[in-house]
């Protein structure tokens, strides 16, 4: 049975690479969390709530600007015929530096009308200083998205955490001895330079050079122009609540906020990074539309996926005000509410998590646009009538009620690539809507007390 079940894990098949990506992904992205954790727990304790606020707002600003100029390099490669081929591989890479360039200008030239417009002067240094991390980004390899083109992710995570491993360290030796903010700072620009190193010394492969081809620059440009707005729209998705509540909210309740919401988040980003990772691969390799047989694995796999993100996704509902207390001091007490409500407001999205890389992986940048629009729209909407209406709470309502009224349009991309799967969807938001009950039922105080303040 051991030597079946090892077989199974080391073979070359697609179920065989399936679990072993799985498995690394879902490894890395844990150890990954874990070293976070500890690293926030140590930091809360040398550094002021006002801190993270501000480095919470900063990482909003960068993400916002990276995702406004994305143009799909990752995707492109990883879904492409042409994907292994060193000119295409090289001219995605000097699109990749030349994005990198311009992102750290617009980040020097916004940070004077960003602290203005946020009334926090140290802003205007702190956003060039961290925009070296788009810069520094643009660098990195395209072997990296070769080894997820090919679900050969081991070393790419050991990496990965080795880089992070690195940068925690000097973030805590260096807010032991600054005491300042500025110690987020050092060690985010140092963690880009250190994954910058390790991926281009440790990953096999030919070193990218500068080169533009014309054929490659159009597939690139063609695809990613949808990617580019899909983009736009998702982190208009994934932090409309932080642009929103980070002008509602005081500086420290918002570092406060963020905390809750690094809790929260875990699962819906790890699922995030598994789909991306995983089933854009096996999509492309095996697409649902064209045999039973290919939709059945997938949906085997499917199955398996949203079931331990969703049962994750629970516990960290469930157990929510249970880990703020156990984890950190008295001042994140309300942070306990907001994983509560967050957690639970994120399951309608995580069942449907898996449908969206289909149409990546069938090359249809389109009609992911359309879906990501859809969603930006309904979350920035439901998020702020609940904010206006019942103050926080209301806001992390809103963004579950967002994740139901997207669902039609969840339907209608994945019936256009063969992979919807309403079993699926019927069985998991059955046990989505019992654990959500639950939750709120056991952390009704905490609840309460949140919608008070």
């Avoid at 880990?323 to 994140?332: A, E, F």
């Avoid at 579950?400 to 938001?429: I, Q």
Wanted: hydrophobic share 55%; aromatic share 12%; net charge positive.
């Amino acid at each position: 049975m051991i030597q079946a079940l090892k077989t199974r894990f080391l073979g070359g098949s697609l179920n065989a690479r399936f679990m072993r990506s799985s498995a690394f992904t879902m490894g890395g992205y844990v150890a990954a969390q874990a070293l976070r954790l500890g690293s926030n727990l140590i930091l809360t304790r040398l550094l002021f709530p006002e801190a993270f606020g501000l480095m919470a707002l900063v990482a909003v600003i960068l993400q916002g600007l990276a995702m406004f100029s994305d143009v799909g390099v990752s995707p492109s490669i990883m879904q492409s015929k042409r994907g292994d081929d060193q000119d295409f591989l090289d001219t995605a890479w000097t699109i990749q530096v030349i994005r990198g360039a311009l992102l750290w200008l617009f980040a020097c030239g916004m940070a004077l009308p960003l602290a203005a417009f946020y009334e926090e002067p140290l802003l205007a240094w702190i956003i060039p200083f961290a925009g070296l991390n788009l810069l520094i980004a643009g660098f990195n390899p395209t072997r990296m998205d070769t080894a997820n083109r090919h679900l050969l992710l081991g070393r790419l995570t050991l990496l990965e955490l080795i880089s992070q491993a690195g940068m925690i360290a000097i973030a805590v030796g260096l807010a032991w001895y600054m005491q300042s903010v500025w110690a987020l700072v050092i060690s985010g620009i140092a963690w880009a330079l250190i994954q910058l190193v390790l991926y281009s010394t440790f990953l096999p492969g030919a070193r990218n050079r500068f080169r533009w081809e014309r054929a490659a620059a159009g597939e690139l440009i063609g695809f990613g122009k949808w990617i580019f707005l899909s983009t736009i729209c998702g982190f208009l998705y994934m932090q409309g609540d932080k642009l929103f509540l980070s002008k509602f909210l005081p500086l420290d309740q918002f570092g406060i906020y963020n905390i809750g919401f690094f809790l929260a988040s875990f699962p819906l980003l790890m699922g995030g990074v598994l789909t991306r990772k995983v089933l854009i691969p096996l999509y492309r390799e095996r697409p649902p539309a064209e045999s039973v047989e290919n939709f059945r694995k997938l949906q085997k796999m499917r199955f398996l996926l949203t079931g331990a993100m969703v049962g994750l996704t629970g516990f960290v509902s469930a157990a929510g005000v249970f880990l703020i207390t156990l984890l950190y001091d008295p001042r994140y007490e309300m942070a306990g509410a907001v994983v509560v409500l967050i957690a639970a407001m994120q399951i309608p999205h995580m069942i449907v998590l898996t449908y969206e890389q289909a149409a990546l992986a069938a090359g249809d940048s389109r009609r992911f646009f359309v879906l990501s629009a859809a969603r930006a729209i309904l979350t920035l909407g439901c998020l702020y009538i609940g904010l206006v209406t019942a103050g926080l709470v209301g806001a992390l309502v809103g963004q579950g009620v967002a994740g139901l009224a997207a669902y039609p349009f969840v339907v209608w991309l994945a019936r256009k690539v063969g992979a919807w799967d309403p079993k699926h969807d019927l069985v998991y938001a059955i046990i989505g809507a019992l654990i959500i009950t639950g939750a709120l039922w056991l952390n009704a105080g905490a609840v309460t007390e949140l919608a008070a303040l």
